[in-house]
């Protein structure tokens, strides 16, 4: 075989491995959106044509669920929760890397330590810690436990390795206060990886279902997701209804990444270079 | 330790905001209710609060909707952290699951006895809620098994509604042989991984994985062994068109692709909802198995309601369920009517809905039927590792069907079993 029909196979292989791969990765949000069209015995069929039933299975899911309220949880909680994540992470993340002592990566690597620990182990103590402060069933309850966030820790504490001890130096010597760097100096020369963080906290977030589920206890509080599997979970689901939830559930996220896309793929490489 | 210190001034940071995201205060006399079908525990629960209210206008409710394997979570979250502030007043418990939590987190649930009478409900209903004599719980909706049959393709192959009474499991196997000569329609459907065929015969023959006592009773269960035998004869057979999971088994009867199929009456909406199938079904009594105490009714799935011991409105919500639930017929004819809920309150065939007859299955009276035979569901111990049996026994069935005596598939289940559940 020449090398030019070689190369030839080798890329055809190439289209092929990606198309399936895209195909994989994309099919599940098309028939999303295509189910959403359907009805629920229709989706069962396996129909993937666009049906007629849009309409009224937007109309029994705004009948079945308070849009506003739910949503406006959802988002409450996705964003309070990502910006003092942001916040008291890159912080600490700042702080063990300016700031380097023995003492101080005794205590980093405790912080490391602690992603090992599964989150069903520290569930039952973390809820008796809500319940005696009297947090359950409230949205303050899901977002503290999230803030101080050992990986976006890590994270912040792996890219300010980048950011040049010039900077602080020279700031110092104009005069400026440690908050002062960290406000002027530091954010705005690390935003893509604030960019990054942020994409990555507000999934985990907006997605996050088991704490909510067990923190939550009326439905005035609940999330989309818990309302999605909510729906879902019925003897007989209406699968219509529930498409009409998760494109909701989904749409936010997918606003973020792709308004984000440039500053993520940026932010993931390192701010600085 | 990091994360302690943060935490601690995040709480703090909290109160400050407290203001802005606390949830809406609880009342006084709010009962709240955690259930999960959105169309049809809820729903009930929602119709059975509005008549309390009537005549209790101080008592409002507040039911919540959670998935069925949340209520559990979030059940068990509260229960083993001692946090009981974070309890619901009433919660739904699916049936096989109630043994599980009655004997993990004893005292946790409101002892009813003696404030319900209990002798109006199908007993097998009120076996699975008593632990050491005491019964908790109110008796909600029932699985209790039928035989539906396609009254076309039995016809067709020479069969009456009569050759379906009172038959044993093997007549069944037979019929099913001559029904597929005849139509080409294979007698019934099951889902091989699935353990729910094996739970109705084994009931149905007065035993379960657990003697009365709870304690494991695999080798020598007359009940489990015929139920074992009654499946890998019809495999055998090839009476079943297997089915790989819960749609393409629905899809199997409603598309008319078998004869029959044996399940809890929960099916018959689903059974209905075919409008170009009426008049073409028929409902029996289930087969029985060849064994003594063995009898023509069984159960699937099924869940009740329990009262929580440390809720502060305990004494309302016991006279809310025992008003309702144990003493209001119509209710029963409501919900039977309206969300197809066969309740397992006796009286409650009296009432109107109970009694019609239904074009759709021949003119047959459903739900009389039904309601005979509720009364005739062998009551056993479900104990608490039905699931775990479960497994253990779809494992080993097949090595049944491959010729594998019948007391070593027992054996390999019970040891199967005693690993996991130790």
């Known amino acids: 075989m020449s090398p030019r029909l ?146 976006i820790i890590f994270y912040f504490r792996q890219a300010s390795k980048a950011f040049p001890r010039e900077l602080r130096d020279a700031a110092k010597i104009d005069g400026l206060r440690e908050w002062q760097i960290f406000l002027f100096i530091y954010v705005p020369v690390m935003r893509s990886t604030y960019a990054a963080a942020f994409v990555i906290v507000f999934m985990m977030n907006w997605n996050n279902y088991l704490w909510p589920l067990i923190v939550l206890q009326s439905n005035e509080t609940k999330t989309i997701t818990l309302v999605v599997a909510s729906l879902a979970s019925a003897y007989y689901p209406d699968y219509g209804t529930v498409m009409i939830g998760t494109i909701l559930a989904t749409l936010p996220t997918l606003f973020v990444f792709f308004a984000m896309q440039r500053q993520f793929v940026q932010g993931m490489l390192g701010s600085v270079k | 330790m990091d994360n302690l210190t943060w935490r601690g001034l995040g709480l703090r940071a909290a109160l400050a905001c407290a203001g802005l995201m606390a949830a809406a205060p609880a009342f006084a006399a709010e009962i709240t209710i955690w259930c999960w079908d959105p169309n049809f525990n809820v729903a009930i629960m929602r119709e059975a609060g509005q008549r309390y209210t009537k005549t209790h206008p101080d008592v409002t409710f507040n039911v919540v909707d959670f998935a069925k394997a949340d209520v559990e979570q979030k059940l068990q979250t509260a229960l083993a952290s001692g946090t009981t502030s974070a309890l619901p007043d009433i919660v739904l418990i699916e049936d096989y699951g109630a043994q599980k939590y009655l004997q993990s987190f004893p005292g946790a649930f409101a002892p009813m006895s003696g404030k319900v ?34 009254r076309d393709y039995l016809e067709q192959a020479g069969f009456k509604p009569q050759d379906l009474q009172d038959i044993t499991w093997d007549r069944y196997i037979e019929i099913g042989k001559a029904v597929e000569a005849k139509t080409g329609k294979k007698m019934t459907t099951q889902e091989l991984n ?109 869940s009740s309601w329990y009262v929580l011991a440390s809720s502060k409105q305990k004494e309302k919500a016991i006279d809310f369920l025992n008003e309702v639930y144990a003493k209001d017929l119509d209710f029963y004819q409501k919900i039977l009517t309206e969300r197809g809920a066969v309740g397992s309150l006796m009286a409650a065939r009296t009432g109107a809905a109970y009694q019609q007859a239904d074009a759709f299955f021949g003119g047959d009276k459903v739900w009389q039927n039904f309601s005979d035979w509720l009364g005739k569901v062998p009551a056993v111990n479900y104990g608490i590792f039905t699931n775990e049996l479960d497994t253990a026994v779809t494992a080993n069935l097949p090595a049944l069907v491959d010729g594998k005596p019948v007391d070593a598939v027992l054996k390999a289940i019970n040891d199967q079993a005693e690993l996991q559940i130790q």
């Open chain 2, 117 to 150: 009478d209990y002798k109006g409900f199908a007993p097998y209903k009120v076996e699975l809620m008593t632990v050491d004599g005491k019964v908790y719980g109110m008796p909600f909706d029932s699985g209790v098994t039928g035989l539906f049959y396609r």
């Open chain 2, 194 to 302: 699935n353990g729910g065929m094996t739970r109705i015969i084994m009931q149905s023959g007065n035993g379960w994985y657990f003697d009365k006592k709870g304690k494991l009773a695999v080798n020598d269960n007359a009940a489990l062994k015929g139920a074992l035998e009654t499946q890998a004869k019809m495999i055998k057979a090839g009476l079943i068109k297997p089915a790989t999971g819960w749609n393409d088994y629905v899809k199997a009867f409603t598309s008319g692709d078998v004869a029959s199929v044996v399940t809890g009456v929960w099916i018959t909406g689903t059974i209905k909802a075919q409008a170009d199938q009426a008049g073409k079904w028929g409902i029996a009594p289930i087969p029985k198995l060849d064994i003594p105490g063995a009898v023509h009714a069984s159960n699937l799935g099924g």
């Open chain 1, 6 to 151: 070689l190369r030839r196979a080798g890329s055809a292989l190439r289209y092929l491995l990606l198309s399936l791969a895209a195909f994989l990765s994309v099919f599940p949000f098309f028939w999303m959106a295509i189910g959403a069209t359907n009805t629920t015995a229709d989706i069962n069929k396996g129909k993937v044509s666009l049906g007629s039933a849009l309409s009224a299975n937007i109309a029994s899911f705004v009948a079945a669920v308070d849009v506003p309220l739910i949503l406006w949880n959802s988002v409450k909680i996705a964003v309070f929760g990502t910006a003092l994540t942001l916040l008291v992470s890159s912080l600490a993340g700042y702080g063990f890397e300016m700031f380097r002592s023995k003492l101080r990566e005794r205590i980093y690597a405790v912080v490391l330590l602690t992603l090992m620990v599964p989150f069903a182990a520290l569930m039952i103590p973390l809820f008796m810690m809500m319940a005696s402060s009297g947090l359950i069933d409230t949205h303050i309850a899901i977002i503290l436990p999230s803030i101080a966030s050992a990986f």
